[in-house]
């Protein structure tokens, strides 16, 4: 009972009051910093270059870039690799010199040895890595890569065998939009190129299954092929801008085809930057991370600190009233009663 009322007392005392006050003080600045932090986010919506900047800010570190630098390597991935090194320049971050002379031995090494994957990827279609994969667009350049995959697919489709939609689709805009490329002299390769990066991650499965559903979707709107001629504009967009790697990883992260547009955009900042931003923040990078209901939380909590900030000083004030009044009328009190004979 003693050590209730003790308690009781403590309670009571103005200091009490004064470190809640503290206390509510610094839970208001924490809640406003977040709420700010949230709406700059949220302002930043339109701009993936902005959300992207903000995202590294917080989470590119050096230790993360070389660690990336290191699993891209032991992946026999010297191109990402390559693109975690002009991160880190971009941002100054120091990067171990011999790791960074690690990577340029690599990408000579690598550079041996490609004219079979080329061969390769020209007469099958079926990219494994970068030399296959250049071969794969220059047979869709010459229509010869378009004519093989329709011939391929069109035979399994009429022979009741499986078949896959999107490449026989594929084929044919690819068929139409090597015609538009030559006879505009070029003018649409980007295209071109895009619709068999397109291609290339449908076989390899790099094509994220929900963009697919969403871009089928829009092109039976249209009633055409339009959905996949904008997926093919964005992809060679991205491929011109941070390479055919760039491109395939956008669409493995993409989930609908306003992504795709976003990371063109993307692509027309960073360059050969891409692929790491990519890699280090998925789909974060295009994408907001913060709502206005994020903001507004933020901001409610904020208004409950204040309001605890406003009621413990009004109660500090108070109590410190109080407690003076009080003392002043137990020494009136004694001085009274010392003038009683």
Same mark, same amino acid.
């Given at each position: 009972?003693e050590?209730?009322n003790r308690l009781?007392?403590?309670g009571?005392?103005?200091a009490?009051?004064?470190?809640?006050?503290?206390?509510?003080?610094?839970?208001?600045?924490f809640?406003?910093?977040?709420?700010?932090?949230?709406?700059?986010? /949220? $302002? +930043?919506? #339109?701009?993936?270059? @902005?959300?992207?900047?903000? %995202? *590294? !800010?917080?989470?590119f570190?050096?230790?993360?870039?070389?660690r990336?630098?290191?699993?891209? /390597? $032991? +992946?026999? #991935?010297?191109?990402l @690799?390559?693109s975690?090194? %002009? *991160? !880190?320049t971009?941002?100054?971050?120091p990067?171990?010199?011999a790791?960074a002379?690690?990577?340029?031995e690599t990408?000579?090494?690598?550079?041996?040895?490609?004219?079979?994957?080329?061969a390769?990827?020209?007469?099958?279609?079926?990219?494994?890595d970068i030399?296959s994969?250049?071969?794969?667009?220059?047979?869709?350049?010459?229509?010869f890569?378009?004519?093989?995959?329709a011939?391929?697919?069109g035979?399994r489709y009429?022979?009741g065998?499986?078949?896959?939609?999107?490449?026989?689709?594929?084929?044919?805009?690819?068929?139409?939009i090597?015609a538009?490329?030559?006879a505009?002299?070029?003018?649409?390769?980007?295209?071109r190129?895009?619709?068999?990066?397109?291609?290339a991650?449908?076989?390899?499965?790099r094509l994220?299954?929900?963009l697919?559903?969403r871009?089928?979707?829009?092109?039976?709107?249209v009633e055409?092929a339009?959905?996949?001629?904008?997926?093919?504009?964005?992809?060679?967009?991205?491929?011109?801008?941070?390479?055919?790697?760039a491109a395939?990883?956008?669409l493995?992260i993409?989930?609908e085809?306003?992504?795709?547009?976003?990371?063109?955009?993307?692509a027309?900042?960073?360059?050969?930057?891409t692929?790491a931003?990519?890699?280090l923040l998925?789909?974060?990078?295009i994408?907001?991370?913060a709502s206005?209901?994020e903001?507004?939380s933020w901001l409610l909590?904020?208004?409950f600190?204040?309001?605890?900030?406003?009621?413990?000083?009004?109660a500090a004030a108070?109590?410190?009233?109080?407690?003076?009044?009080d003392?002043?009328?137990?020494?009136?009190?004694?001085?009274?009663?010392a003038?009683?004979p």
């Amino acid at each position: 009972m003693e050590n209730r009322n003790r308690l009781t007392a403590l309670g009571r005392h103005p200091a009490a009051a004064v470190a809640f006050s503290v206390l509510f003080a610094i839970a208001a600045a924490f809640f406003l910093r977040g709420g700010v932090a949230a709406h700059q986010r /949220l $302002a +930043a919506a #339109d701009d993936p270059v @902005a959300v992207t900047e903000q %995202a *590294l !800010a917080a989470s590119f570190t050096r230790d993360v870039a070389e660690r990336e630098i290191r699993n891209a /390597l $032991a +992946a026999g #991935d010297v191109d990402l @690799a390559q693109s975690f090194v %002009a *991160l !880190a320049t971009e941002r100054n971050l120091p990067i171990d010199p011999a790791l960074a002379s690690q990577v340029k031995e690599t990408d000579q090494h690598t550079l041996t040895s490609t004219a079979g994957r080329f061969a390769q990827g020209l007469w099958t279609g079926e990219p494994t890595d970068i030399a296959s994969l250049a071969g794969t667009a220059f047979g869709d350049l010459f229509v010869f890569g378009d004519i093989r995959d329709a011939a391929r697919e069109g035979t399994r489709y009429l022979t009741g065998r499986q078949y896959d939609p999107w490449i026989l689709g594929l084929a044919g805009v690819g068929i139409a939009i090597t015609a538009v490329t030559y006879a505009s002299f070029g003018a649409t390769t980007p295209e071109r190129v895009g619709v068999s990066l397109v291609k290339a991650a449908r076989r390899t499965g790099r094509l994220n299954p929900a963009l697919a559903v969403r871009v089928a979707r829009e092109a039976v709107k249209v009633e055409g092929a339009g959905g996949l001629v904008g997926l093919a504009q964005n992809t060679g967009r991205i491929e011109a801008k941070a390479g055919s790697q760039a491109a395939l990883d956008s669409l493995a992260i993409a989930q609908e085809p306003q992504d795709m547009s976003r990371m063109a955009r993307l692509a027309a900042a960073k360059g050969g930057k891409t692929r790491a931003t990519v890699k280090l923040l998925g789909r974060a990078a295009i994408v907001l991370t913060a709502s206005a209901i994020e903001v507004a939380s933020w901001l409610l909590w904020a208004g409950f600190a204040l309001l605890g900030f406003c009621a413990s000083c009004k109660a500090a004030a108070e109590r410190a009233t109080q407690r003076y009044l009080d003392r002043r009328k137990l020494r009136y009190a004694t001085a009274q009663a010392a003038l009683i004979p």
